[in-house]
């Protein structure tokens, strides 16, 4: 089996994860879908660009060449 993760978009308060399972014989799909995951406190309640995590997660998908646009629109990350 052969799991492949991606980012598909990034908010000020959330990260959205897609997730693609092959087979590793013959790379027929064996499922997809997604997470979204919110950045939270120790208390849950919601913040905004954590960081040191927000910064360094925005710098590693500049440095993958992804196109980043401002933080207070949507990001989508999927490549088509």
């Known amino acids: 089996v052969c799991i492949k993760t991606s980012i598909r978009e990034v908010t000020p308060y959330t990260i959205t994860f ?13 499922a ?7 950045f939270c406190d120790r208390s849950g ?3 905004r ?7 360094w997660l925005l710098e590693q998908l500049e440095q ?14 999927a490549r088509k």
């Open 18 to 30: 897609t997730y693609k399972v092959t087979r590793e014989e013959d790379g027929r799909l064996a």
């Open 32 to 38: 997809e879908g997604s997470t979204k995951h919110a």
């Open 45 to 47: 309640k919601l913040v």
């Open 49 to 55: 660009e954590p960081e040191p995590f927000y910064r």
């Open 64 to 77: 993958r060449k992804e196109e980043v646009v401002p933080r207070e629109r949507k990001t989508d990350f």
